[in-house]
Structures are given as C-alpha cells and as structure tokens.
C-alpha cells in the first residue's frame, strides 16, 4: 500500500465501530433504501418528514461516541465508586443468591431479555408459563385464589390494594387503615396515590385498626421491624364493618408461617426480589398482587390465564384484558402496563430449581440463624423483639456507635433511630456473619452449633404453616442444574424473542439491546447494592445517575428528570402530578381537566384519572393528525378548569404533526400545561426537543428509545423530564420533604438498569444518536414504500412519508376477502416473525416500527414475508384459495397439524408451513395453534395447568 493510500491510525480506530453495529444498514444499504424513498440523503429525508418549526438548529451537546472496549472502561470505572458491604438493612430487600443458571441463562440471555410483552400468545407460551409458574407460586405462598404477574414494586402493589380495595369494598368511608408496621417507602407510596383520589390514610398501631370505620386495611406480616402478630380477630372486625384487608407479607416468611388468606386477608401484595434477584439498588423486582377470586375482574396487572387453541390443546394467554388501561382507558383499573416480567420469571425459576422444601430449607436456615443472633445478643444484656423469622428490631442501644462499629466491618444494619436499629438476616448470611454481627453488639455466639441446639425458634406457635404448597410437578423435577437448564431452554425455544427475529412493534421500539450494554447490569458493583445503602458507599451510582439525567436532559430539551418512575406509565404519573402540584402552588386547585386525543396510548387517560383528573377526549381529523379546532374548542370550554393536554409526538398514527406549537401556545393560553407522551422519542433524538417547542414534561421509556431490553413485558424505566417550573415538583425520595412524594418505592426506581441507558448514549455520542433517528425514519419509509402496491399506509405526513412507523390497513382487505388483521398477524409466525402491533391506533390495522437497528436484509424478509401473504389474500379474493379454509385463518400451523396422518384442509402442507422456500433452512414451529380468546375468558384458570390436561389431549 502506497503512502498516500494508507489509512491514518485515527481513520483505523474506527470510533464510529459501534454506532455501525447498532444501526442494521450500512452505508452501501442506506442509499439504496434512500433511492428506493425517493430522497437524495438521510438530510433530506430528515428535511423532508419533520417540521422546520420544531428542529433542533445545534446537534447534541454530547461527547464523541465511545468505543465498547472504551465506554466499558468508563462504566467500569464509575463501578468502581460504589462500595459493597454486607447489606442486613432489610426493610422489603434481602440479600439473595441467584442461582447461577438463573443468572447466565435467564437475565443475560437474550432469548429471555429482548422478548416482548406476551400479546402475541401463540409466539409466548414459553415465558407465559414461567409466569403462571409464578402466579402459582405467589397464590400458593399467601392462600390466595389468584395472583397476577406482576406489579412494579412492593410499595405500589400496596397503593393498587389500596384502590382494588376502595372498588370491591362495601363500606362507604373513605378511610384506608394503614398499620404503623408497613415498610416506610410503602407509606409514601400510599400517600401519594391516595391524596388525588380523595382516600384518607389514618396511620396507626394495629391494635387500633379493628376501631376505625374504614373501607380497608393494610398490615404488614411479618412487620417491617420483623414482628409477626396475629391479625385473625382483627380481620373478622373488618369485615364485619365491610372492609377489606390487604397484607403486604414476605414469600419466604410465608413458607414457614400461616398464609394471610388462612386468617382472613382479601389482598396480598410483596416483592419477589429475594427468590434470586439482586438488590440493584432498589430495583428492578417484581412485586405481586394475590386476591379473592372475587376481585379477579378488577385486579391491576396482567394475569396470564389458560385457554385452549384451535387443536384443543390447552395453551396460555393474557387473560381478562378488558380489565386494562389499553380498553377501559380512564375506567381502567389501574395505568399499570409494563410491569416486571424479566424479574417474575427469574423468581419463579427459583422457586421451581429450590421447590418446596429448597424454599422451606432456605428460609429454615434464615431463621435460625436469626434466632440464634437474637440468642446471642440477648445472652449479652442487648434486648431484641419477640416473634420473628428474619429481623431483628434491637433496642435499647446506642445506635450510632454501633452503626460505626458495623461501618468499619463493612456491614450495613437498618437505621430506625439513636436508641434502635434493624438487623435482617436472609440466605445469603454465613457463620462468620453471625460472629462480625455479634461482635458489634459486644456479644459473642460462642460455639455455634451449640448456641443452634440451645436455641428454639422464634416463630409465634400458632402462627406456623402447616399447609402444603407448591405441589405441582414443575416445581418438583427440576431440581438438578441439567433438568432447570433445559426446562429454561425449552421454555425459551417456544418463543420468538429478537434474538430470532425482528419485532416491528409499532410504539414499542423493539430495538437493538447490545450486550455491551447489558454487561454491567449484573456486575457486583451495580447489583448488590441495598436501596438504603449510604451515600459513602454509592458514589458510582450517583455518578451514573446524574450523567445520565444530564443526557436525557439534553436530548428532551427540558432542564430537569427524575429517574425514579419504573415505567412509561409510571412517568406520565409522575408527570401529571408536577403538572397538578405547581396548579395547586399557584392557587389554580380547581384545574383539574386534561384534554387526551382520541388516538392516546390507554395508560394516558388511565394515569390522568389516578391524578383525580377529569379526561375529556379530543377528536382526530381524517388524517390522522389531532383535531386543533377541536382542541381549541374543549380549551376555551374548559378555560378555567384546564390544567393539561396530554399528546404523543410524532403522533401514534406516526406521522410529525404540523400544528404542534400551535397545539402548545392553545392549551398555553388558557393556563394548561402541555404534557407530550414521549413513547416515540425515537422519532426524535437528536432532531428535534419536545421542551424546546413549548412542551412542559414528557416522560420517556429507556425500555423503548434507550435501548432497555422489555423482558418480555418489563422491565423498565419511564424518567419524568420537566422545564425549570415544574423541577421542583419532581418525585420526592424517602424521608425527603417534597410536595408531590414518591411514585416508586425505590428512590432511583430500577436502578440498576440505568447502566444500560447510560451505555447506550456514551457509545452513540450525539452523531450516533442523531443518524439512528434518521435511519428510523428512513427504514419505516421504506417498508411503507415497498410495500405500497401491497397494502395501504394509513396516514402519511408532509411529502407522503410517515415518521419512524406506519400503520397499515387490513381494513378493505377484510371487506373484500374477510381476512383480518389479525389473520395476518397469525400467519406472520408461519413465517418465522413477530406481528406488528395489532389494532393500535385503529382497529383493523398493523402498526410497524422497524427501528434504525433492523438491517435492509431483515427488512426485506420481512417485506417478503407480507407481499407473500398478500399474494395468499389476493388468491382468496380470485377464488383461488377458499375463503374459510385458506392459510391465514388456520394460522398458525403447529408442527402436530402439519405432520398428522391426517390433513383436511384445501391448501397443501408445503403452503402452510413453509410458504417462503427460505424457511425450508430455517423455521420456527410455534407450540400451539391459534389460540381460543373467548374461552378463556370465560372459563378463568389462572394457575399452573395440571398435568392431566395434556394427557387428555394425548389420548384424544
Ligand atoms: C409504551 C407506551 C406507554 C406506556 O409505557 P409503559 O412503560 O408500558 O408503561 C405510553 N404511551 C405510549 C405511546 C407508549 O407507546
């Protein structure tokens, strides 16, 4: 190579080496795509779709892109800051060992990881049966008939028994009971939620609760300073006043002591986190909600149920959905959409590799060693509460002193006040433990096999578990490390997840989850960090958390964020309640109605109504776009009470609306805030900020824009960015004064997930940011364009193009030939892929998104895989196929259908199953043919199925 020709070393660094991994088309590929749209370069293109008044004139205020080997460097460096003690604080968060095969082939596999939320049930039997699994477990553990999967955290799955309780109970006051006993975050939570809904929470000791005339209670069992009491006489005087009584309680506890539903709750809520998942700083867990099977129907949540498919054969799927934000909107239950999926499985994995007796001997030994500190520390004069399984609320000492002392051994014990603290012991806690933790109080265990005989346990006698519990098969074979491995890998084998197949989900974003960005989540430095640990111990976290706030303010435009809401849902919580606090600090009280756009995602009007907000629906024109005169018209209606518009940018037809500063200076001008669903930021970074074209707030999704896998339906991470005046109303941390309180139990909600977020900026820098908005837009115009003489695009923008989706219309294919979007949706999974969002925005319609990460190849198999089936319907429509036995309506074909001795149907096997010639190499045989929605509804069964369902079916 000649002098002249040869590469300099800065051109060989390749800094742009992961930007090219995370964007799908290359370089070559783009100015195809760019041809085949009709446009010169990505800049034009970006010219030609979003609206002059709303872009940004400065790039991002970022650093350079990173290298993986670089920006991994960095993290780990920021890891580096944070120290890790043992943790004995407690207060709802236990140490815990993952067990390894959990760890490297459930939370680091991305078969599990980047699989979406299970709507598609025939593509997600696998991990629906990982959570039924967990619904089993979480029913059978507190005697309840039905549990769901699952809730955000446990101070929220209070909040939601709290307002399950005020729908199903009969009393008529407005009073929730809430013991002095329920952790301190659980309180908070439940402050917040109640004040804007007009709940009153009147605070106290149990023994007052049977007096007060309230529509619920709430009890902690065993209490947050470990007492466990009998609450038998209290529940029978609630209920006899008509109240309900909900009981935030301990999984591992509850193995060894009396379920709540055997001395009268109604509604048991917790956290999962101790079967196996990390503390990561507070989050993410999954908590749970077990009821009555009488409140089944206004339960939040997901509930996985069973139902049978169109073989007969017994098959899972998301059950009672008429309960969910998505249709009743702001008659919904509950906003709660993504919720921890990734987390229920891992808990549930636990429970099936440990089963009954694992758990009971896991939890046997957490207790013993904490009768036996207790033993210990009692011997030495130190006085320590009676009636216990894992805490022990000491008394009587000079807290400070001691808590310097454990300091210095790097241990951390609860903080309760000078004269007492907490020690919470879980299985993660050795013999030597037992002796530093002694040692601190001056005590000395001395031979501890010894001390263990001499010791009886502290469990109140009446109070112990005597019933059976996880007696299904699947929690009593897999036991061994090569029997869990593979029920994991069949499990995940039954689903489409994106290490298989893209999953053009429009409003999800299913992009790219690098492993680069995955790889910190679940180092020690990150994960094994209790919620309470003290400041000294978490500067890499702090460190994290500002640089990413700081990111996220950069590319929103807005001048601060909190990190804390879990979920989207979660942030347009925290969003509405800033909006409804500086209403309130202004002496504007009485603003109490938000304008939402008929197209709105359900958890809009959901979270506007959990605010005490009065939504009132706004009209969309035959384009698409939201109807500004219309919205003209409810703000000059409303004038006096207006306090928000919630609207989605670009809309959730995927299109870049022209009016939206005009939209903002409307609902400006008569004293609301603008509120902007920020679910398509991925229409936006580095193009255009919503809080510099008048918005107020916006939350975002990181399990969308910013590149958190979804899990399969959580987790997530939803931060609230607001403009200066609402910064103070942010959501508040624990202790903290503040006038809005918080809305996750955890003061950084799920935090450790940050890192992945914080990888993902750090790699792109503002250039790489910048080109993955344009190469979004430009792969959803190009699957728009090619498939245009197939199928119709619903709603297009400026110059005819759509923004970063389009939505497809089955519509008047339906008319013509009777197949329906769904039947599309179905048939796609023949083809090896996941449906695009069904019926979201408009009914009768796909919504893709391919995302900036999906390759032209990808996109084309995908394009091939739909003009192929529009073939098949075109041949319905020439009478060539039958319009009822035809592929797409008996899709999808199973294996079992295709290879029965018998085939009945007036199309060939070979078109069934193998429509493409391609997927003769490769393809995906979905587990269970098209599975039954009404009766499942109709015949509820939401635990583990038994195993002779499928003998049944075998026989037959
Ligand atoms: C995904 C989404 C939400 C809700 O986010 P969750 O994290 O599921 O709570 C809200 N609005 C829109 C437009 C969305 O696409």
Redesign the pocket.
Same mark, same amino acid.
């Given at each position: 190579m000649s002098q002249n020709t040869r590469p300099s070393l800065r051109q060989l660094e390749h800094h742009d080496a992961f930007i090219e991994r995370h964007i799908g088309p290359n370089d070559a590929e783009i100015a195809h795509m760019l041809g085949v749209v009709g446009q010169p370069s990505l800049e034009a293109l970006t010219d030609a779709i979003v609206p002059a008044s709303i872009k940004s004139a400065a790039p991002l205020a970022l650093p350079s892109p990173l290298t993986e080997v670089e920006a991994l460097a960095k993290i780990r460096a920021i890891a580096g800051r944070n120290q890790v003690f043992r943790s004995f604080i407690g207060q709802g968060y236990y140490g815990t060992h993952t067990p390894n095969v959990i760890l490297r082939n459930i939370l680091e596999n991305p078969a599990w990881y980047t699989a979406y939320t299970p709507y598609q049930a025939e593509i997600s039997q696998g991990r629906m049966e990982a959570l039924i699994n967990f619904q089993t477990l979480c029913a059978d553990l507190t005697g309840m008939e039905i549990a769901n999967a699952s809730l955000l955290d446990e101070g929220t799955a209070a909040a939601e028994a709290m307002t399950l309780a005020k729908r199903s109970s009969k009393s008529k006051s407005d009073i929730f009971f809430v013991s002095r006993g329920v952790h301190p975050q659980t309180l908070e939570l439940l402050k917040t939620r109640a004040e804007p809904l007009g709940i009153v929470l009147q605070i106290g000791d149990d023994s007052e609760a049977a007096g007060v005339d309230a529509f619920g209670v709430l009890l902690q069992y065993p209490n947050t300073y470990g007492q466990i009491s009998d609450y038998a006489a209290l529940a029978d005087a609630v209920h006899a006043r008509g109240g309900l009584v909900a009981v935030a309680s301990d999984l591992l506890a509850l193995t060894l002591i009396a379920a709540p539903g055997e001395w009268g709750a109604d509604i048991v809520v917790g956290n999962s986190q101790r079967f196996g998942v990390p503390f990561g700083f507070g989050g993410p867990h999954a908590a749970f909600m077990a009821c009555r099977d009488a409140y089944k129907r206004s339960m939040p949540g997901r509930l996985i149920g069973v139902s049978v498919d169109a073989e007969g054969k017994p098959a899972y799927r998301l059950t009672l959905q008429t309960r969910e934000q998505h249709i009743r909107r702001e008659k919904a239950t509950s906003?709660?959409?993504?919720a921890q999926v990734l987390l229920a499985v891992m808990a549930s994995m636990y429970a099936v590799y440990h089963g009954p007796d694992g758990l009971r001997r896991i939890a046997a030994r957490v207790h013993r060693c904490s009768a036996m500190l207790a033993a210990a520390l009692r011997k030495a004069g130190i006085t320590v509460g009676p009636d216990f399984f894992d805490t022990l609320h000491v008394v009587g000492v000079d807290a400070e002193a001691i808590h310097a002392k454990a300091e210095a051994a790097r241990i951390n014990l609860r903080r309760i006040d000078a004269g007492s603290l907490g020690i919470s012991l879980d299985e993660t806690v050795t013999r030597e433990d037992l002796v530093a933790l002694a040692a601190l109080f001056g005590a000395d265990p001395g031979d501890l096999d010894a001390l263990d005989a001499a010791t009886p346990d502290a469990l109140p006698a009446g109070l112990r578990r005597t019933t059976p519990f996880l007696q299904h098969p699947v929690f009593n074979t897999h036991h061994s490390e090569h029997e869990l491995l593979r029920y994991m890998r069949a499990l995940a084998d039954k689903d489409l997840a994106m290490d298989r197949t893209m999953i053009p989900l429009g $409003?999800?974003?299913m992009k790219l989850n690098a492993t680069a960005e995955m790889i910190p989540v679940t180092w020690p430095e990150f994960a094994n960090i209790h919620p309470l640990a003290p400041a000294a111990q978490i500067r890499g976290y702090k460190e994290l958390i500002d640089g990413l706030e700081q990111m996220l303010v950069e590319c929103t435009g807005y001048d601060a964020v909190s990190l804390q809401p879990n $979920?989207?849902?979660?942030?347009?919580y925290a969003g509405l309640l800033a909006i409804r606090a500086y209403h309130r600090s202004r002496g504007d009280a009485h603003r109490d109605v938000c304008l939402i756009p008929e197209s709105? +995602?359900g %958890?809009?009007p959901a979270s506007a109504q959990m605010c005490g907000m009065q939504v009132v629906v706004t009209k969309c024109d035959a384009n698409g776009n939201v109807d500004v005169e219309d919205i003209r018209r409810a703000a000059e209606k409303y004038s006096e009470r207006l306090a928000a518009i919630m609207i989605?940018y670009p809309s %959730?037809h995927g299109v870049f609306e022209e009016d939206v500063v005009r939209i903002c200076e409307i609902v400006h001008a008569h004293g609301g805030q603008v509120y902007t669903?920020g679910?398509?930021m991925n229409a936006l970074v580095g193009v255009a900020k919503p809080g510099k074209w008048g918005s107020d707030v916006s +939350?975002l999704?990181l +399990?969308?824009t910013f590149c958190i896998p979804h899990g399969g339906g #959580?987790p997530?991470v #939803?931060p609230c960015a607001v403009k200066a005046h609402l910064a103070p109303f942010l959501p508040g941390t624990l202790g903290g004064e503040n006038p809005v309180g918080m809305v996750s139990a955890a003061n950084f909600g799920s935090a450790s997930i940050l890192p992945i977020s914080w990888m993902y900026v750090t790699l792109m820098g503002a250039s790489g940011l910048r080109k993955a908005t344009q190469v979004a837009l430009l792969n959803a115009n190009y699957i728009a364009k090619r498939l245009a003489p197939h199928y119709e695009t619903l709603y297009t923008g400026r110059n005819g193009l759509v923004a970063h989706e389009c939505i497809l219309d089955l519509r008047p294919l339906k008319d013509a030939t009777g197949v329906s979007a769904e039947d599309v949706a179905k048939r796609l999974i023949d083809f090896g892929f996941h449906a695009p969002t069904l019926s979201f925005p408009v009914a009768g319609t796909l919504m893709v998104e391919p995302t900036e990460s999906e390759s032209q190849h990808e996109l084309d198999r995908f394009i091939d895989a739909m003009i192929e089936i529009r073939e098949e319907i075109r041949a319905i429509a020439d009478g060539k196929l039958d319009r009822e036995d035809n592929p797409l309506k008996h899709a999808p074909h199973t294996a079992t259908m295709v290879c029965g001795s018998e085939w009945r149907h007036a199309y060939p096997r070979e078109l069934a199953a193998f429509p493409l010639a391609t997927l003769r190499q490769q393809k995906y045989w979905p587990p269970v043919a098209r599975v039954d929605n009404v009766y499942g509804d109709k015949n509820i069964m939401c635990a583990c199925i038994p195993v002779d369902a499928y003998k049944e079916t075998a026989d037959a």
């Open positions: 906003n709660i959409c993504t $409003s999800c974003t $979920s989207g849902a979660q942030g347009e709105a +995602h %958890t809009n989605t %959730t669903d679910a398509n +939350h999704n +399990h969308k #959580g997530g #939803g």
